[in-house]
């Protein structure tokens, strides 16, 4: 299941309170306090090619479209 789609049964399951309480119960997403998963792009959520230096916090995609409006140049 992807990160994006917990709630697509609630639709189908609000007329069904037991059984939208047992799905809530096994399939919310977990609380991060470590890892990987932890970091996600400000921009598009992504979590992987995380880039925190100079408290950024995106995606290495994201960072190419944004790196002239902030200020980076590119390296010879």
């Not at 992807?2 to 799905?23: R, T």
Request: glycine share 8%; charged share 30%; proline share 4%.
């Amino acid at each position: 299941m992807s990160y994006s789609s917990y709630d697509k049964p609630f639709k189908q399951l609000k007329v069904k309170p037991a059984k939208l309480n047992k799905y809530i119960k096994h399939n919310a997403p977990k609380v991060r306090k470590t890892g990987v998963a932890l970091r996600r792009c400000r921009r598009c959520g992504r979590i992987g090619a995380h880039i925190s230096s100079f408290g950024l916090h995106v995606c290495r995609q994201c960072f190419r479209d944004i790196a002239v409006k902030i200020g980076f140049k590119k390296f010879g």
